[in-house]
């Protein structure tokens, strides 16, 4: 009942996909993958007038779930595309924390290990006063941090590492994502050179850019394999308390 949570230095900076891959590739090595997500803003409707999360339907299936079980894998779904705080005030939905860590637990307790994505940025709020951080140190999970080597990110990765630890959280490191090997230049490695001399903690991969066909077909296996090759999955397991190869 191991579980890893994954914030970023802002949302949009690909949480889902690195949390996507990070559960595809610990599947792979045959390990029973939960994934968990406390609450999905931007939902759309289906036919039936359902909210459903693009977030948690990509989550599960890299975790090898079944479409049914999307509400195991998400607790609140919203449909305006605010911070849960406030899609849930103009919905009407009175989101409970207990609620978020219960739903959480019993995904932990049921998988080995699970991969528990954020809301937007570290200190996003889920109520107006229970933030992500809060989330993520009720559930006592250490957490990565999704970066981009673009301008001003190193600010972001120091802000949200000195925060998180600030507030009890144990960070495991970076992954950089939509990490580009042949457009590699002095921003790209001064970044990756600054994330960790500022804040002393590893980069633990640089995620590159997946094809639209790979991510619509949520080819899993191949996903995993992406993963394997570009992430170090054994220091992550490691750092989590899991067993490696
Ligand atoms: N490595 C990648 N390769 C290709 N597309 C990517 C990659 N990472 C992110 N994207 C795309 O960028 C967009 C944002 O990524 P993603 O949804 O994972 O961000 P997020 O941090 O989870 O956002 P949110 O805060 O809304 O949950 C998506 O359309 C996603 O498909
Ligand atoms: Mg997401």
């Known amino acids: ?4 949570g994954i914030t970023a230095t802002d949302t949009e900076m690909g949480k889902t996909i690195v949390s996507g891959a990070l559960a595809a590739a610990i599947r792979q090595r045959g390990y029973q993958t939960g994934v968990y997500k406390p609450a999905a803003s931007g939902c759309v409707r289906n036919s039936e007038g359902r909210l459903l999360s693009t977030d948690a339907e990509f989550l599960l299936r890299c975790a090898g779930m079944e479409p049914s079980e999307h509400d195991q894998v998400v607790r609140y ?3 305006a595309a ?4 406030e899609a849930s ?4 939905v009175d989101i409970k924390p ?5 739903g959480a637990e019993k995904m932990l307790h049921s998988h080995q290990l699970s991969i528990v994505e954020g809301v937007g940025g570290i200190s996003a709020p889920l109520t107006e006063d229970y933030l992500v951080k809060d989330f993520f140190k009720d559930l006592q999970l250490p957490v990565i941090i999704v970066v981009k080597a673009v301008l001003g990110n190193v600010n972001h990765a ?5 925060y998180a630890q600030m507030h009890g959280l144990k960070v495991l490191g970076f992954i950089v994502n939509s990490w580009d090997e042949q457009a590699v230049g002095v921003l790209e490695e001064s970044n990756l050179y600054y994330y960790e001399k500022l804040t002393g903690l590893p980069i633990l991969g640089k995620l590159p850019v997946l094809s639209p066909k790979l991510l619509d077909g949520f080819d899993s296996r191949t996903i ?3 993963a394997e090759a570009h992430i170090d999955i054994d220091k992550i397991l490691k750092l989590a308390g899991g067993n490696t190869k």
């Not at 605010?82 to 705080?85: D, F, H, M, R, S």
């Not at 005030?89 to 009407?92: D, E, S, Y």
């Not at 120091?158 to 000195?162: D, F, I, K, R, S």
């Open 1 to 4: 009942m191991l579980g890893i």
């Open 98 to 102: 207990r609620q978020m860590v219960a």
């Open 82 to 85: 605010l911070a849960p705080a």
């Open 158 to 162: 120091l802000l949200t590492a000195t």
């Open 224 to 226: 995993a394999e992406i």
């Open 77 to 79: 779904v919203l449909e």
């Open 89 to 92: 005030r103009l919905a009407g």
